[in-house]
């Protein structure tokens, strides 16, 4: 499974890049608008931390004017993705972007049969948004897994970007049922490491090892 980080806290982005855990990077407008920073600027920044796919989202929901601003976008870097809503013009632009060699991640996805709209599209990556589902107090889990059953009845080569991820049992359950990448924020991707066990037991273990007085090296 892929790593993305979805944030545009290019600290945070730092930190997890230097892990070697991280394999891409997703913002939107919520996210630009936290970052209290230039959507071209920090994209910019963003796009020279890390070599995978940065997405950027457009704003625009007309078709010609999400092409005009995905234009802009593409020419930040070329690990740019550019991101679109699921709708019908996000959907065409999406094929017009993926025929010309963009990379592209359809997000917005409720529906397991928008999913195989985006796909038909043509999108590289399918953004289900699994918390958001949950809050309805639906299970945004069944959700990934229908995806992952029709692109596989298919042999779909888009990627389910599983987002909205509010906790490493999200990150667990859509690992197990065959997401290809997850994007999540950074607190919850460093999260993933821990265990009270694992901190108990190098507790006990650095204790011990005072307690030889030795030193390695
Ligand atoms: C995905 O690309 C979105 O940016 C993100 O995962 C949305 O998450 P949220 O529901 O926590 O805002």
Known sequence: MKFFVDTADVKEIREIN?????????????????????????TKEICSIVAGPVSAEVTATEYSEMMKEAAVLAKIADNICIKLPLTLDGLKACRSLTSEGHKTNVTLCFS????????KAGATFISPFIGRIDDTGADGM??????????????????ILAASIRTVNHIKQAALIGADVAT??????????????????????????????????
């Not at 069944?142 to 990627?159: A, G, P, Q």
Request: glycine letters at 8%; proline letters at 5%; zero cysteines.
């Open 112 to 119: 397991a049969g928008q999913a195989l709209m985006a796909a």
């Open 18 to 42: 230097d892990y070697g855990l991280l394999d891409g990077v997703t913002t939107n407008p919520s996210l630009i608008l936290k970052s209290g920073r230039d959507i071209k600027e920090v």
């Open 142 to 159: 069944e959700l990934i897994s229908e995806i992952r059953t029709i692109y596989d009845n298919y042999d779909f080569k888009t990627e």
């Open 184 to 217: 999540v924020p950074p607190a919850t991707l460093k999260a993933l490491v821990k265990h009270p066990l694992t901190d108990k037991g190098l507790e006990q273990f650095l204790a011990d090892w005072a307690k030889t007085g030795q030193k390695i090296g």
